[in-house]
């Protein structure tokens, strides 16, 4: 059963920004980390930022710092993911994901640290 329920992204040129979003309504497990993932073809799944589930700093990745944005919504219960002037090497499977229990302080970046995962979605960058 899904609970992380992902839209948007899709296709986009190079220079261009990408918006992802990940409706959160469904989940009910207790989490005080999720994040955004990506994974290329070959690659392993990389992670691009992490954020408290009640919305405060999040942290990015050094290969995506200055570019991306995460931010969590708790009204909307949505999480959301802005990555700007996208490059052909940012094309893969985005996934949003939580950690169930744990604190905050225990929220590290690493796939294998994450049970819940949404269903992925394809994004392709043109240039």
């Known amino acids: 059963q899904v609970q992380l329920m992902q839209s948007g992204g899709g296709s986009v040129q190079a220079g261009e920004s990408l918006r992802l979003s990940c409706d959160v309504s469904a989940y009910t497990s207790r989490t005080n980390c999720m994040g955004w993932f990506r994974q290329a073809p070959g690659k392993e799944r990389e992670n691009i930022g992490l954020i408290p589930r009640n919305g405060g700093v999040a942290l990015y990745a050094d290969s995506v710092k200055g570019r991306v944005t995460l931010s969590l919504d708790n009204y909307k219960r949505t999480l959301s993911l802005e990555m700007n002037n996208m490059k052909p090497e940012d094309a893969g499977m985005y996934y949003c994901?939580?950690?169930?229990?744990?604190?905050?302080?225990?929220?590290?970046?690493?796939?294998?640290?994450?049970?819940?995962w949404g269903q992925g979605i394809q994004v392709t960058v043109s240039s």
């Open positions: 994901a939580a950690r169930r229990g744990g604190s905050w302080w225990e929220c590290e970046p690493e796939a294998k640290n994450f049970g819940d």
